[in-house]
């Protein structure tokens, strides 16, 4: 059977096409900028943004199965480029479900951003309200490829963490590796979402295949704080629980404003001047700047979440 795997030089791609290859698929794998690691696949070279060739990839491949899991993931980054995010997210992802009609299974992996984090553990068929425009785009590729074809499955997953072959970090690697040093991980106590072995999800994903499932597919680990996540990887190497540095609460923005960030000593943010979004037409000033004239909560020193109001 021929599978298509885009993002093959990805977390999660690899150990998709890794198991395929493994399984005696037939597998073509797409890349983009970064070579593709030594897999005994057919390997392909594919800009999304060009939508001709997503054409021409799967015409070549003739796919029975297509497993689309690469996207334009930076959350930050799809707040300055929108147009890159809509055309990777959104027009790639219906371009690519357009050429796929004929496959007999179409597996698009999205993400818990489509939600807006109001209560946590979502159902399948709560309704999506994305915040920012990452969440945004990747709906708006859920929606193509629901309509589009009628054997697929959209995958939504949470905090996918593990060791990528191009060497990309993630939360999970970062504060593992820092641990195993020896050193402190900074982890916000009320930023919560389900850590997901990426792994374990494209071991999951194979069975999808298996059981050729269709609709909607949340697949993620148990809900946590990213503190209490980097408490668990603590005790793997054996780092203990007071090698967890707790800095605090994440910084709530109110509508008007940017970005926010805290700092060990002080906590800022940017503030939106102008209203078209610029990284040029931002400022730096303190939470506290009479200026702004907002009556934040205050818990020992720290500016709470809107989930701590």
């Known amino acids: 059977m021929r599978v298509l795997v885009t993002g093959g030089t990805g977390l999660l791609g690899y150990l998709v096409t890794r198991l395929l290859m493994e399984r005696s698929f037939k597998v073509y794998a797409t890349y983009h900028e970064k070579a593709p690691p030594d897999l005994?696949?057919?390997?392909?070279?594919?800009?999304?943004?060009d939508l001709g060739s997503i054409v021409r990839v799967v015409e070549d491949a003739k796919p029975s199965i297509v497993i689309h899991t690469a996207a334009y993931t930076d959350v930050d980054?799809?707040?300055?480029?929108?147009?890159?995010?809509?055309?990777?997210?959104?027009?790639?992802?219906a371009a690519l479900a357009k050429a796929s009609k004929d496959t007999d299974l179409f597996i698009y992996i999205s993400t818990d951003y489509v939600f807006d984090d109001s209560r946590g553990i979502y159902r399948e068929s709560d309704v999506p309200a994305p915040l920012n425009y990452y969440g945004l785009s990747k709906l708006l590729g859920e929606i193509a490829v629901t309509a589009i074809l009628r054997n697929s499955a959209v995958v939504r997953v949470s905090g996918l963490y593990g060791y990528s072959?191009?060497?990309?970090?993630?939360?999970?690697?970062?504060?593992?590796?820092?641990?195993?040093?020896?050193?402190?991980?900074?982890?916000?106590?009320?930023?919560?979402?389900?850590?997901?072995?990426?792994?374990?999800?494209?071991?999951?994903?194979?069975?999808v295949i298996d059981a050729r499932i269709t609709g909607v597919i949340h697949i993620a680990g148990e809900r946590l704080s990213r503190y209490e996540f980097a408490t668990i990887l603590a005790e793997i190497p054996g780092a203990g629980k007071s090698a967890v540095l707790e800095p605090g609460?994440?910084?709530?923005?109110?509508?008007?404003?940017?970005?926010?960030f805290q700092?060990?000593?002080?906590?800022?943010?940017?503030?939106?001047?102008?209203?078209?979004?610029s990284p040029q037409h931002e400022r730096c000033i303190k939470w506290d700047d009479p200026e702004i004239a907002i009556p934040w909560p205050v818990k020992e020193g720290v500016i709470l979440s809107e989930k701590e109001r």
């Open 263 to 277: 700092a060990l000593e002080d906590t800022y943010f940017l503030y939106l001047v102008t209203k078209e979004y």
């Open 40 to 49: 005994e696949v057919s390997w392909v070279r594919l800009d999304l943004e």
């Open 165 to 207: 072959p191009t060497g990309k970090k993630n939360f999970g690697v970062v504060a593992f590796e820092k641990l195993s040093r020896g050193e402190p991980v900074k982890a916000f106590v009320d930023q919560r979402l389900s850590p997901t072995y990426a792994k374990f999800l494209a071991e999951k994903l194979i069975k």
């Open 249 to 260: 609460y994440a910084l709530w923005i109110p509508p008007g404003f940017a970005h926010g």
């Open 77 to 93: 980054g799809c707040e300055v480029n929108r147009e890159k995010a809509y055309r990777v997210n959104y027009l790639a992802t």
